[in-house]
């Protein structure tokens, strides 16, 4: 999960700059670029492993509803990023883990431990205080989107939990792809055909297509990682370690795009690692060693 959050981190980066290219340009084609770029080297991993016929799975539902909100979140986090930057995006966007714990017991009877709710409770305090200082211009809108973004990849992840016991990974990946790319196709004919009401702006300069290429290669190992994390640990403990990419965003901001957090955003990111990473991990090895005492296997990492 750890690695996950470390290639979404590179994927806003690039999404980010991308935008900041040309700040015209549509979201819907940096979501679309982005699944189409992931789609592609599915395919291709599937095809050289002579495994292309079995992407389809078990086809059942949580697969079609991984890739419904998957690709909703994907859509919303995209507009996220265009509206008010990436590192506001990245915050109200890890509201999700706040749903996965609450659900996660119901949806996948995954039982959460006072640590893991205490992990997330403090990271989310902790990614308040590292919000602050991208409260920059106001835009309701875009807040609430990014805020939705955040419950659709809730619904995703759980879907994720469910549908990966029983499928592989390139297999969950591939119904976010395809269901994505079959919304965008909708989306483009509609505007096509003068139904949409709006006009999608595509880029026009090589370097920002560059950009768009770059962050779907990014988010194609993200989604490995991220499908495997939650193919193999509780939803919730994934969850409050998935708190580290706000972090990292902040570091993009400050290295690559020049804004620079104060003493509470540093304060912030620091009980994020902490409560988010640390605690976690720790319950996990605490767990493990209780187990072993009573003479009970457990499973390596």
Known sequence: MVMASVFFSFMGAMINQAQLLEPEGSPLVASFVRLLVNVL????????????????????????????????????????????????????????????????????????????????????VGLYFLAQPRFEDYSPVGRIVALLSGVWAAFAYLMIARAGRSNSSNTV????CVIGLAMHIMVFAAEFFGNSGFKILWPQSSQTYGFLVGAGIMASVAQYFLTAAYQS??????????????V??????????????????????????????????????????????????????
């Open 41 to 124: 080297i599915v395919a291709s991993a599937a095809w050289f492993a002579g495994s292309l016929s079995q992407l389809p799975g078990d086809r059942r539902p949580s697969l079609w509803l991984r890739g419904f909100f998957g690709a909703l979140s994907l859509i919303f986090v995209m507009y996220g990023i265009h509206a008010i930057g990436v590192g506001e995006t990245s915050f109200l966007h890890a509201s999700n883990s706040i749903v996965i714990a609450a659900l996660g017991p119901l949806v996948l009877r995954q039982r959460n431990s006072a640590l893991t709710w205490l992990a997330i409770a403090g990271a989310t």
């Open 233 to 246: 640990a509780p939803a919730a403990l994934n969850a409050a370690v998935s708190y580290v990419t706000p």
């Open 248 to 301: 990292l965003n902040l570091g993009w901001s400050v290295f690559a795009f020049g804004r620079h957090p104060d003493l509470s955003a540093l304060a912030g990111a620091g009980l994020v690692l902490v409560c988010g990473v640390a605690l976690p991990v720790l319950g996990v090895s605490a767990r493990k060693k209780t187990l072993q005492a009573v003479n009970v296997d457990v499973p390596s990492p």
């Open 173 to 176: 990946i591939f119904y976010l």
